[in-house]
């Protein structure tokens, strides 16, 4: 995983933390993203878990191509306290039957009182990175500092001549 964040471990938790909104990005057949809220995106300490209950549906089909063709997928998680992290995956296993998917589909059953489960994916993290609007602005400031506008040079050098 990546170093962008002190502890990437910590982040992963919040997908299972109440209270965040996830949001699985995957990219359709011309390349384009297909942003989905999606609540029972998951983690298992080492690994991302996402519950898909529609065979059919568009983020399903899409998470198929990426497997197919290892193409990534983005996780965006805002916590409840307004942290926001982006977290980049690689779909690794799509499990639809056996003694795991027996687990998964009881799971989804218990916690999202889903009727059914089409597939249990395994996404393996790559990067983590933090987006939260004042860590990305002390970012910006000390990194690229020719992006600051006029009027805060000229408010910060007013009387020094």
Same mark, same amino acid.
């Given at each position: 995983?990546?170093?962008?964040?002190?502890?990437?471990?910590?982040? /992963?938790? /919040?997908?299972?933390? %109440?209270?965040?909104?996830?949001? /699985?990005?995957?990219?359709?057949?011309a390349?384009?993203?297909?942003?989905?809220?999606? !609540?029972?995106?998951?983690?298992?300490g080492?690994?991302i878990? $996402?519950?898909e209950?529609? %065979?059919?549906?568009? +983020?399903?089909? &899409?998470? *198929?191509?990426?497997?197919?063709?290892?193409?990534?997928? !983005?996780i965006?998680v805002?916590s409840a306290?307004?942290?926001? $992290?982006?977290?980049?995956?690689?779909?690794?296993? =799509? *499990?639809?039957?056996?003694?795991l998917f027996?687990? &998964?589909y009881? /799971?989804?059953?218990e916690? $999202?009182?889903?009727?059914?489960?089409?597939?249990?994916w395994?996404?393996?993290?790559? +990067?983590?990175? %933090?987006? +939260?609007l004042?860590?990305? +602005? =002390?970012?910006?400031?000390?990194?690229?500092? &020719?992006?600051?506008?006029?009027d805060r040079?000229a408010?910060?050098?007013?009387g020094?001549?």
């Amino acid at each position: 995983m990546g170093n962008e964040v002190l502890n990437p471990h910590e982040v /992963l938790e /919040l997908l299972n933390a %109440e209270g965040s909104v996830k949001i /699985l990005v995957t990219l359709d057949e011309a390349g384009l993203p297909h942003p989905a809220v999606k !609540s029972s995106l998951q983690s298992d300490g080492e690994h991302i878990i $996402y519950l898909e209950f529609l %065979e059919s549906s568009r +983020t399903n089909r &899409y998470m *198929i191509r990426s497997l197919w063709f290892d193409r990534m997928v !983005s996780i965006l998680v805002l916590s409840a306290d307004e942290r926001s $992290y982006k977290i980049t995956a690689l779909p690794v296993r =799509a *499990i639809v039957n056996g003694k795991l998917f027996q687990r &998964y589909y009881e /799971l989804a059953r218990e916690k $999202y009182g889903s009727p059914d489960l089409s597939t249990a994916w395994v996404l393996k993290p790559a +990067t983590v990175i %933090e987006e +939260t609007l004042e860590k990305r +602005t =002390a970012e910006e400031s000390k990194n690229r500092s &020719y992006f600051l506008h006029l009027d805060r040079l000229a408010k910060d050098h007013r009387g020094a001549v």
